[in-house]
């Protein structure tokens, strides 16, 4: 459990940081080929989970990085996997963000920093903790791409939860189940009370 929650926490802070960055670039600057970089970006939806692990476990063996196989193969996958949905929530917000704004702060002396942190943060905050909240729950319950990169002593709670259904129908399997279940739903909470992205579910109405 606590590899799992772990892993989901870091995934979640990378993808945050990377899919920020990546949106920035290409839904708020368009810089040059931003439509094919946005493609390029959102092309690992396109690819079933299964044969992404297979792909990343052929790619550390034939390079000789099998000891990233674990924790930081696991770290690695799940960044991909989640990226795509943290950069299109965020480039969602970036997109309705009025310019306006930026262009008045300018006229008033803000630098470049202080529009990015007082104007456009707060308005796409909502897109940017959406976007965690599905990268924390993907990472959290992944099985596909997990099962090719777990190894003794680094295995996540749902592989565990599988091995263990595979001998036996345990009751424990259910009360773990539901237990998290539960930690997803105050995580999802957690996230919404920091970011409030229903606002932007329910179009700016909580």
């Known amino acids: ?28 600057e368009k810089c040059p080929g931003h ?21 990343l476990v052929l790619f550390l063996s034939s390079t000789g990085f099998y000891t ?3 924790t930081p193969g696991l770290i690695m996958a799940h960044v991909i ?9 965020i480039a969602g917000a970036m997109f309705n963000v009025d310019k306006r704004l930026d262009l008045a702060a300018r006229v008033l002396g803000a630098n470049r920093l202080q529009r990015i942190r007082y104007i456009l943060l707060p308005l796409i905050k909502p897109g940017l903790f959406s976007g965690m909240t599905f990268a924390f729950i993907l ?6 791409l997990s099962v090719f990169l777990v190894r003794p002593g680094e295995t ?14 345990d009751p424990v399997l259910a009360a773990v189940n539901v237990a998290s279940l539960l930690f997803i739903l105050a995580a999802v909470f957690l996230f919404e009370r920091i970011g409030g992205f229903s606002t932007q579910i329910h179009g700016g109405s909580k």
């Open 1 to 28: 459990f606590l590899l799992s929650v772990e892993l989901a926490l870091i995934v979640t802070v990378l993808s945050g940081l990377f899919g920020l960055l990546a949106a920035f670039a290409v839904a708020y």
């Open 35 to 55: 439509a094919a970089i946005m493609s390029f970006l959102l092309s690992p939806l396109s690819v079933p989970q299964i044969v992404k692990g297979v792909a």
């Open 68 to 70: 990233l196989l674990g």
């Open 81 to 89: 996997l989640t990226l795509p949905f943290v950069v299109r929530m």
């Open 139 to 144: 990472s959290f319950n992944n099985i596909p």
């Open 156 to 169: 996540t709670l749902p592989i565990t939860v599988i091995n263990h259904l595979e001998y036996s129908l």
